[in-house]
């Protein structure tokens, strides 16, 4: 578990995410939907949760929760090796050095240091067999098979849910795929060079067909998001790669580190270590750079290239290219020192060439020699100290950076979630959990780790989840209905002053309306009527003790409303949640007139959960005049309404949750998640994979015929128009 500013994006955010996964697939069902995130949240539509990734579909459908964890990380740098490996030999490098290259980008600082971001490890790890795969495109006359070949590993990126690695990945297969023709322009027509392109563009439209089930409901997700019109250009540079912190691909640690707290806060001027450290060693470097002097080599003039372009986008704001980062697909993405995925990569294909060169010509020089056995031995001695000095000199890095701890200091309830759940069910959420957190992260960096096993009593998002808590805040770092950010933001409107946290009106109400009934602070809480549930303490007392609030005025999860008011705008609707009464008569603030009761709020109702599911909840509910069922789960597309065993429209109420019209009477009401999306995506994904499948079949059919029928292209005995020989 490595802490980052404010958080940990192993420990509220991939952890719970594959936990959830897990969950769901060892009771056979995909993740569609969650209760526990922010109210409610369309998980597999974010991407990240990786559901569809092969090696997280089969592990964490089969393995425990923490081993597939772990091995899906170590499997993840098994494939960077591998890919990396693949990579430089069909270009024709060595298997001496493609192997010292691949582990140059292996244990590269880059990928150490985001070891903690599991979805970009998994589609980092898929990029250099992709490169490989494009190679192969243009190679090989077999078109049919590389152009599947390439779809299935984009697809699979696609299913790891980090889609600015995608991105990343496809702006460098582009430059292979466009500098293979222009450096070899003697050799290659452009007729050969527009056919190539054309398998190239198929192979990424059999991507989309064969990722529809993750992309349909993403770009779903997308149309409600803030990121549909793409980011501002302050966001979309921000944490900047500067000029001066080139000096880091000599000395990482020139700068301090976040591991005892030295590193600088990030700001609009400077940005985060762990995105902006491309570190791969001294000694790699050192000849990666001696390695441009050999430009007029092909390989050397792409890997230039890739090495100069991934440079220039790195530095974001300070590039020359800085305008692009105003235009979609650029400003959909945030960090664009991110490319220095490609810088690292770029830097071991050099490292790789110079290293097949100077071997080439050391067998060249010594065959001639009539001592050629004893030099080449001493020469490989050389070359294994050279090699260990470089695995070395990455290890140390790679190595000493992350902590190591026992997995059950971060999977066992912590106290308050222990007593949580020992009491009433209800919402929970926190107020300054970020605060104390940066107080240690910021001046201590994670000397010591077992403060922040303590802070994670905040259980704030999504580590709730682990505990079957259900949670105010969600932590995705990307895709957020645009409703639900904004209701979650106005929930998180409070100050600190003298230990004391004053919390809005305009918050108290939402987080009332959300049911959020426990708040979990180091602080004495101000404007929200709570009292106290119970304390937890660090031994040492070296932090503040947190605190559990239960808020008084929490609403329940589903109730019945005979009072509503017309809201038409954002300005309308944090007005209206200004009045206190919006609680004690239990208002709904709707955006359809058709919607509208204004009946006594002391009318007799009572409503009862049957069943509850992720994709599904039953109720009972009985009314003895008419009004508006309110659940207060996340409004979203893709929910249907039965009431009664007839169809009926969920309406938005309150900005983000959910409004069913009742008469009086008893009632059943069946709410059910069966998002259109993801139905559609499913179906074209698995058309695909059936058409592909025939295809394939049909191709070997044919070579089959052609090498055993009369067409038979090949020597053997009895042809005549072949002989041993050719």
Not at 7 to 16: A, G, M
Request: with cysteine; glycine share 6%; net charge positive.
């Amino acid at each position: 578990m490595i802490p980052d500013f404010g958080e940990s994006d192993v420990l509220h955010l991939n952890l719970p995410l594959k936990f959830i996964l897990s969950q769901s697939l060892r009771s056979k069902n995909w993740p569609l939907w969650t209760p526990y995130l922010g109210g409610g949240f369309p998980i597999l539509a974010e991407g990240q949760i990786g559901t569809f990734y092969l090696p997280n579909l089969i592990s964490f459908r089969f393995l425990p929760f923490i081993t597939a964890y772990n091995l899906n990380l170590l499997f993840a740098y098994v494939l960077i090796f591998a890919g990396s490996f693949l990579f430089f030999r069909i270009l024709n490098l060595s298997k001496t050095a493609s192997i010292a290259a691949a582990t140059v980008f292996t244990f590269s600082g880059y990928l150490s240091v985001h070891l903690n971001h599991f979805d970009l490890i998994q589609a980092a790890s898929l990029l250099p067999l992709i490169y490989w795969s494009v190679v192969r495109l243009w190679k090989k006359k077999h078109n049919l098979q590389s152009i599947i070949l390439t779809s299935f590993l984009l697809s699979q990126q696609i299913f790891t849910g980090h889609f600015y690695i995608v991105f990343i990945t496809l702006i460098g297969a582009a430059m292979i795929f466009l500098m293979l023709y222009i450096f070899d322009r003697k050799n290659t027509s452009i007729s050969h060079f527009l056919y190539k392109s054309g398998l190239f563009l198929s192979a990424l439209l059999l991507t989309f067909l064969l990722s529809a089930i993750q992309l349909f409901p993403t770009i779903e997700l997308w149309k409600q998001s803030t990121r549909k019109a793409g980011l501002d250009y302050n966001t979309v540079t921000a944490y900047p790669f500067s000029f001066k912190e080139f000096v880091t691909f000599l000395k990482p640690y020139f700068f301090g580190s976040p591991a005892n707290g030295t590193y600088p806060q990030f700001s609009n001027d400077w940005g985060v270590f762990w995105e902006n450290t491309g570190y791969i060693g001294i000694i790699p470097l050192t000849m990666a750079l001696a390695c441009l002097l050999f430009f007029r080599d092909k390989r050397v003039r792409i890997a230039a290239v890739m090495l100069f372009f991934s440079l220039l986008l790195v530095l974001g704001k300070n590039s020359p290219l800085y305008f692009v980062f105003s235009f979609p697909p650029f400003s959909f993405f945030r960090v664009p020192s991110k490319f220095l995925l490609l810088t690292d990569f770029s830097l071991a294909f050099l490292v790789a060439i110079l290293l097949h060169k100077t071997l080439e010509s050391i067998r060249g020089v010594y065959k001639k020699s009539a001592l050629y056995k004893t030099k080449l031995i001493t020469v490989l001695f050389l070359l294994c100290l050279l090699a260990g000095g470089i695995v070395g000199d990455e290890y140390h890095f790679s190595y000493s950076y992350p902590p190591t701890t026992p997995a059950n200091w971060w999977t066992t309830p912590p106290e308050t979630a222990k007593l949580l759940q020992a009491q009433p069910k209800g919402g929970v959420t926190d107020i300054g959990s970020r605060i104390a957190w940066n107080e240690i992260f910021l001046t201590h960096g994670w000397d010591d780790i077992k403060l922040f096993s303590y802070l994670r009593n905040y259980i704030y998002p999504n580590y709730n989840s682990l505990f079957s808590l259900k949670g105010f805040d969600v932590n995705t770092g990307g895709l957020v209905p645009i409703r639900q950010k904004l209701f979650i933001s106005a929930g998180q409107q409070w100050d600190t002053k003298n230990n004391i946290a004053t919390v809005s009106a305009v918050a108290k109400n939402i987080l009332s309306l959300a049911g959020i009934r426990y708040v979990l602070s180091p602080y004495r809480l101000d404007g929200i009527k709570t009292e106290i549930v119970d304390t937890v303490r660090f031994p040492a007392k070296k932090i503040r003790p947190i605190s559990i609030y239960k808020n008084i005025s929490a609403l329940p999860n589903a109730y019945m409303s005979y009072k509503t008011k017309f809201i038409s705008t954002l300005d309308e609707f944090f007005n209206a949640l200004e009045n206190h009464k919006i609680l004690t008569d239990r208002t709904v603030l709707i955006e359809n007139k058709h919607l509208a009761v204004n009946n006594n709020p002391e009318t007799l109702n009572n409503v009862k959960l049957i069943k509850s599911h992720d994709n599904q909840n039953i109720w009972k509910v009985y009314t003895e005049n008419k009004g508006i069922f309110v659940i207060s789960d996340t409004y979203y597309p893709g929910w249907s309404a039965n009431v009664d065993g007839k169809s009926v429209q969920i309406a938005p109420v309150n900005l983000t949750q959910r409004g069913i019209p009742l008469e009086m009477g008893e009632h059943t009401v069946i709410l059910r998640y069966e998002p259109l999306s993801f139905a559609l995506g499913k179906y074209t994904t698995y058309a695909t994979m059936v058409i592909i499948v025939s295809v394939l079949l049909v191709s070997l059919s044919i070579s089959h015929h052609k090498v055993y029928g009369k067409t038979q292209p090949y020597p053997y005995p009895g042809n005549k128009r072949h002989n041993l020989s050719t």
